[in-house]
């Protein structure tokens, strides 16, 4: 693959905007321009909104291409806009996407699981990021919602939400600083999503909670221990494969510079 690219970045008073411009020439599978375009403006000292209008390809894989030599490859437009809010130990933001894949490559069941160009893939949702800062604590809250749809592997005519994609997911996590001491606790949570492209069967949602305890002994040496699935909780992330139960592990660090 050979590549080149430029880029333009540039702040006017209380409008800043982004421009990328790129050529991939792939051997065997064609040259691509892609390109980025971001704007902000910012509405005060502490509030701005910004839009993104990008896109993107993807190459055949060695493999997908040794099942059909003629693949072409896909392409991706992704759009986004939001909201920002930044403050002194505050900050929020909401941003909309939407991402279209046209040609997507998919193996189709019904032809021998050759590497197909189909029609296309799509996903639009929300997401949510905010953060507070008060004395020696810290709250990070992250959550996307969204609609992500493939072609069912087992008809790829029909829509039905895209494999290991979660409609809901996100975290929250808490972290307490003092001196040598810190404490750590973040949750992580997802609906139930397809577990292949080629059957029904649903991975349930989960919820489960991580943690730690920092102690710095002297400069360079600091102590801690770590939890995993605090809860215990039984899910998996692909089917037939249980993720760790609880566990605990305690470490000793030594940084010698």
């Known amino acids: 693959i050979n590549s080149i690219f430029l880029g333009y970045i540039a702040d006017f008073d209380r409008i800043s905007i ?3 411009v790129r050529n991939d020439d792939a051997v ?3 040259s691509e321009l892609t390109h980025l375009f971001g704007a902000s403006y910012q509405l005060d000292d502490k509030k701005a909104v910004f839009f993104n209008v990008s896109t993107a390809f993807g190459i055949p894989t060695a493999y997908a291409l040794s099942t059909n030599p003629f693949l072409i490859p896909e392409n991706h437009d992704s759009y986004e806009m ?3 809010y930044l403050t002194f130990g505050s900050a929020f933001t909401i941003t909309f996407f939407e991402n279209n ?4 490559i998919t193996y189709d069941p019904s032809d021998g699981y050759i590497a197909k160009n189909f029609k296309s893939f799509k996903n639009n949702g929300v997401e949510l990021l905010a953060t507070k800062s008060l004395n020696n604590h810290d709250l990070k809250f992250s959550w996307t919602f969204q609609d992500p749809l493939s072609p069912n592997g087992l008809n790829p005519n029909e829509f039905v939400q895209s494999a290991r994609r979660a409609k809901s997911f996100g975290s929250v996590a808490y972290v307490y600083s003092l001196d040598s001491f810190s404490f750590n606790l973040k949750g992580i949570s997802s609906s139930n999503r397809k577990d292949s492209d ?3 069967r649903m991975l349930s949602k989960y919820f489960i909670f991580n943690g730690g305890i920092d102690y710095k002994i002297k400069d ?3 102590l ?3 939890v995993m699935n605090l809860t215990n909780s039984n899910y998996e992330l692909a089917y037939g494969y249980n993720n760790i139960p609880r566990f605990f592990s305690i470490g000793l660090s030594l940084f010698d510079f």
Not at 101 to 104: E, I, K, V
């Open 18 to 20: 982004q421009f990328n």
């Open 28 to 30: 065997d599978v064609g």
């Open 82 to 84: 939001g909201f920002k």
């Open 101 to 104: 894949t046209t040609n997507p």
């Open 198 to 200: 080629y059957s029904s």
């Open 220 to 222: 360079n040496l600091k």
């Open 224 to 226: 801690s221990l770590k």
